[in-house]
């Protein structure tokens, strides 16, 4: 008798919602408290909290596009990674697996970020790094999830072990 493994399908989805609702919950606390092209030392010379738009995609990638087709363009992709990351994650929930931990990731920045270019034109980004005279492109808690979802796949791609092929099968 084979053993049924345990779905996890829901956990993921779980995780994504959590990811979403905790990057909201953050921009809309620095929406209230920072007006917008402002920021607030927390540690000074090093770390602070901003009120920004970003109209491109992630470290400002494409901000400074002119063509009207770059939002159109970032909003549709993320909307077809979403339902790859959906049904990726529908089709193999059974078990656990580092890669679809990083795919609910991934799937809850994706959707913070779209939710605000939907509703704003942009996402905001909030955290502000300074590291001597450089200045880290301000984020927020979509684009941590996705780095780290984004990550933890390249580390599953190099560390995972993976079943070795048996010759002796294809006699």
């Not at 956990?11 to 917008?36: E, G, H, M, S, W």
């Not at 990726?88 to 679809?100: D, E």
């Not at 979802?149 to 072990?161: C, D, M, P, Q, V």
Request: with cysteine.
């Amino acid at each position: 008798m084979v053993a049924e493994r345990r779905s996890y399908r829901g956990y993921y989805y779980l995780i994504a919602a959590l990811i979403f609702a905790l990057d909201q919950a953050t921009k809309l606390a620095i929406v209230r408290n920072i007006p917008l092209n402002r920021s607030v030392a927390v540690i000074p010379g090093f770390f602070g909290l901003s009120h920004v738009l970003n109209p491109g995609a992630a470290f400002s990638l494409f901000a400074d596009s002119s063509s009207r087709y770059a939002p159109r363009l970032l909003i549709t992709f993320a909307c077809v990674v979403l339902v790859a990351i959906f049904v990726v994650l529908w089709r193999s929930g059974k078990g656990f697996a580092l890669s679809n931990l990083a795919l609910a990731l991934i799937m809850g920045g994706a959707m913070g970020n779209l939710l605000d270019r939907l509703r704003i034109g942009s996402v905001i980004d909030f955290l502000m790094f300074k590291f001597g005279s450089y200045y880290y492109p301000d984020f927020n808690v979509a684009d941590s999830a996705i780095v780290v979802g984004s990550l933890l796949l390249i580390a599953e791609l190099f560390f995972h072990k993976q079943p070795s092929i048996d010759n002796q099968s294809f006699s």
